[in-house]
C-alpha cells in the first residue's frame, strides 16, 4: 500500500512536470535540437524546469522518509497497545485464577473484581502495571491488607494467652476481634454461606459486621493463605509483607463461642431444625456421640442440646 502511494506521487509529478514543460515551451517558443550540440543550449533553456525537479525529488525523498518514520511510530504504537491489552487480559485471568484456587467449601471470594479494581486502579486495556496502585499502607492497598491481618491476629493471639487457649474469655472481646476480622473480610470480597449471625446483647457489639464465620479458625487460615497468594501476585517478597501466625485455635473454646452465634440461653434451637432431631435421636436410642452433623457445625451443638434435653426430662421422670 505505501508503494502504491509512493508511485502514484511520482506518477502526479510526471504528469505535472510534463505539463510544465509544454507551457514553457509554448511560452518562450523553445524548440527541441536533436542535435548533441545542443545539449549545452538544452539545459541552459530548461535549467528553471530541471531546478524545480531536482526540488521536487528532494522533496519527495525528505516526505518518503518521514512517512516512514511515522508509520514505523504507528507499528509500533498498535504493536504496544495488542501487547498492553493481551497482557491486561493475562493479568485479570491471573488475578481471577488465583482467587478461585483459594475458595474452598463455603469460603468463597465474590468480590474479586472490585478487589482488583481497588488493587490496580490505574490498570486499562491500554495500559496495566503488576504493580498494585497504592503500594502503602493505605486501606485499599496490599501492605495495608496485611497489617489489619496481622493487628487482627495479634490481638486474637493476646486473647487466647490470657485465656489459656481460649478457654474462657469475655464476649466483648472476641466479638470486638471478629469483628475487625469481618471488616477484613468485606475488603477482600470474601464471602462465606455458613455464617452464622450474632443475636442477643453479643450484637450490640458487633456493630453493622453481625455474621461470624461458623468455623473462625479455619476461616482465619484461608484468609492467611489467600492474602499470601495476593502478595505473591504483587511481586512482593519482603519482611514487611509477612503474615503472622494464628497460634491458638478457637476450636478450644467452642462452647463459649458458640454462645455468640446463637441466644446463650438456647432459648429458641427448634428454629434451627435439629433441636428436634436431637430429641428424637434420644427416643429412638440414638447415642450422643452418633450425631449426624460436623462436631464444628452449629447443627451438632444444637442437636445434643436436644438430646440433652430430652435425657434430662427422662431422667426426672
Given amino acids: 500500500m505505501k508503494l502504491k502511494k509512493y508511485w502514484r506521487a511520482l506518477f502526479v509529478l510526471f504528469l505535472l512536470n510534463a505539463l510544465a514543460i509544454f507551457i514553457y515551451n509554448d511560452v518562450f517558443k523553445i524548440s527541441i535540437c536533436p542535435k548533441i550540440g545542443c545539449i549545452e543550449n538544452f539545459t541552459n533553456y530548461y ?26 511510530e504507528k507499528q509500533i504504537e498498535s504493536l504496544s497497545q495488542v501487547n498492553s491489552f493481551n497482557g491486561y487480559i493475562q493479568h485479570r485471568k491471573e488475578f481471577f485464577d ?21 488493587l490496580f ?14 503500594p502503602d499502607e493505605s486501606p485499599i492497598s496490599i501492605l495495608g491488607l496485611v497489617n489489619e491481618f496481622n493487628e487482627i491476629i495479634d490481638s486474637l493471639n ?31 470480597g470474601v464471602k462465606e454461606s455458613d455464617d452464622v449471625q450474632v443475636i442477643g446483647k453479643n ?11 461458623l468455623c473462625p479458625s479455619e476461616s482465619i487460615h484461608r484468609t492467611a493463605n489467600f492474602l499470601n497468594g495476593l502478595v505473591k501476585f504483587c ?41 428436634e432431631e436431637g430429641e ?8 450422643i456421640s452418633d450425631c449426624p452433623y460436623h462436631q ?9 442440646e436436644g438430646w440433652k434435653a430430652a435425657s434430662s426430662q427422662i431422667n426426672e421422670k
Avoid at 450484637?203 to 464465620?213: E, H, K, T
Avoid at 485455635?249 to 463459649?256: K, V, Y
Avoid at 428424637?280 to 447415642?287: C, L, P, Q, R, Y
Avoid at 464444628?296 to 445434643?304: D, L
Wanted: charge should be neutral.
Fill in 158 to 188: 493476646k486473647i487466647g494467652k490470657e485465656t489459656q487457649g481460649f478457654n474462657h474469655f469475655k464476649n466483648k472481646e472476641i466479638c470486638e476481634a471478629l469483628s475487625n476480622y469481618n471488616v477484613l473480610r468485606c475488603q477482600l
Fill in 280 to 287: 428424637k435421636a434420644f427416643i429412638n436410642g440414638v447415642s
Fill in 235 to 275: 511481586c512482593y517478597d519482603l519482611k514487611e509483607y509477612q503474615l503472622k501466625d494464628f497460634n491458638y485455635s478457637l476450636s478450644t473454646g467452642e462452647s463459649a463461642y458458640y454462645h455468640l452465634v446463637v441466644d446463650e440461653s438456647f432459648s429458641n434451637p427448634a428454629d434451627l431444625g435439629c433441636y
Fill in 47 to 72: 535549467s528553471p524546469i530541471i531546478k524545480a525537479i531536482e526540488i521536487q525529488l528532494i522533496l519527495f525523498g525528505i516526505w518518503t522518509v518521514i512517512d516512514r518514520i511515522v508509520l514505523t
Fill in 296 to 304: 464444628t457445625s452449629i447443627e451438632f451443638k444444637v442437636w445434643h
Fill in 203 to 213: 450484637a450490640l457489639y458487633m456493630g453493622a459486621f453481625s455474621y461470624l464465620p
Fill in 121 to 134: 486502579s490505574n490498570n486499562t486495556p491500554r495500559h496495566f502495571t503488576t504493580i498494585p496502585t497504592s
Fill in 98 to 118: 488465583l482467587t478461585s484456587r483459594c475458595e474452598e467449601g463455603q469460603y468463597k471470594i465474590l468480590g474479586g473484581e472490585l478487589l482488583y479494581q481497588k
